[in-house]
């Protein structure tokens, strides 16, 4: 009912940028939160930006001051702008979304996370 797809990551150098976008699509009524989170080989999962409908943010401590995680005015998109990237930056980034939908008997409001497939994450020293 409702898909995420995320773009823009990819191979970088040390103190490079990278911005992923995720758009949300489907029966959508309102998407309440969005947030980032990232993986790397052999650790947690960590919820690297968070921004509510309201506009308000937050950020892993370990990248404030270098990543900037925005909306769009539809709120169906997801920024998440990285500067001064570094190499334990490197990880599968994953857009995450708290999503009101209409149910499949076009009646009914229902309310879940989704999930995208997320996008690779590469900074080399």
């Known amino acids: 009912q409702v898909q995420l797809v995320e773009t823009g990551g990819g191979l970088v150098q040390a103190g490079g940028s990278l911005r992923l976008s995720c758009v949300a699509s489907?029966?959508?009524?309102?998407?309440?939160?969005m947030n980032w989170y990232r993986q790397a080989p052999g650790n947690q999962r960590d919820l690297v930006a968070s921004?509510?409908?309201?506009?308000?943010?937050n950020y892993l401590d370990s990248v404030k001051g270098r990543f900037t995680i925005a909306r769009d005015n539809g709120k169906t998109t997801v920024f998440l702008q990285m500067d001064s990237l570094k190499p334990e930056d490197t990880a599968r980034y994953c857009c995450?979304?708290?999503?009101?939908?209409?149910?499949?008997?076009?009646?009914?409001?229902?309310?879940?996370?989704?999930w995208g497939q997320g996008t690779q994450v590469t900074v080399s020293s």
């Open positions: 995450n979304a708290d999503v009101s939908y209409l149910g499949t008997d076009h009646y009914s409001t229902m309310r879940r996370d989704y």
């Open positions: 489907g029966s959508i009524l309102k998407i309440h939160g």
């Open positions: 921004i509510t409908s309201d506009g308000d943010t």
